[in-house]
């Protein structure tokens, strides 16, 4: 098993997740509410930015619904 989990590359699902946690982690709030008023003249609700986390998490770390299938069906042939 650990063999295979060194092979698994990273897909774009995981990616995007990674991006979305590492620009809208907590930490970074003052300045993207600072980026949003230079651009936009207003400030994004933290709803937005808590949301955008939270979404990145749940990307990165959540299996998708093939990874699922893999895994219930290896084993069940384990057995």
Known sequence: MLRTLRTMTM???RWLG?????V???VN???LETLFIH???????????????ILGAVLLFF????E????????????
């Open 11 to 13: 897909n774009a699902r």
């Open 39 to 53: 651009l936009f003249g207003q400030t994004p609700g933290v709803i937005f930015m808590y949301g955008a986390f």
């Open 29 to 31: 709030f003052p300045l």
């Open 63 to 66: 299996p998708t619904k093939e």
């Open 18 to 22: 990674f991006v979305l946690l590492f």
């Open 24 to 26: 809208f982690f907590p």
């Open 68 to 79: 699922m299938k893999d895994r219930l069906n290896s084993v069940e042939e384990e057995e």
